[in-house]
């Protein structure tokens, strides 16, 4: 049964940092592409980034690179989403996502299995 476990959220004030662990189990864990999406109130789900199957290619979107950094640990099962000089828009819920891509790949928001979801909120 995959399971996906973030933890990591929390209040953080504008301009810091904050990591995000997404502790993965009940599947071949370099089998499946994992990532982050998140939502916040009233806005549609965002892609944040990927860590594709098999040799881990990084993904990350475009408006948080520079400040996001996708990794994966495989002897802990676990991806992560290092962020820092954070800003009052990336308050969100940050959710971890996993599915089985063969060969390779990742998915944006397609993911088909899910965590609980980490609230972040950047605020003074």
């Known amino acids: 049964q995959v399971q996906l476990v973030e933890s990591g959220g929390g209040l953080v004030q504008p301009g810091g940092s904050l990591r995000l662990s997404c502790a993965a189990s009940g599947f071949a864990f370099e089998d499946y592409a994992i990532g982050w999406v998140r939502q916040a109130p009233g806005k549609e789900r965002e892609g944040i980034g990927c860590v594709s199957s098999g040799d881990g290619d990084t993904y990350i979107r475009d408006s948080v690179k520079g400040r996001f950094t996708i990794f994966r640990d495989k002897r802990k099962n676990t991806v992560y989403l290092q962020m820092t000089n954070v800003e009052i828009e990336d308050s969100a819920v940050y959710y971890c996502?996993?599915?089985?891509?063969?060969?390779?790949?990742?998915?944006?928001?397609?993911?088909?299995?899910w965590g609980q979801g980490a609230q972040v909120t950047v605020s003074s």
């Open positions: 996502g996993a599915d089985f891509v063969l060969g390779g790949g990742c998915y944006e928001l397609g993911f088909g299995h």
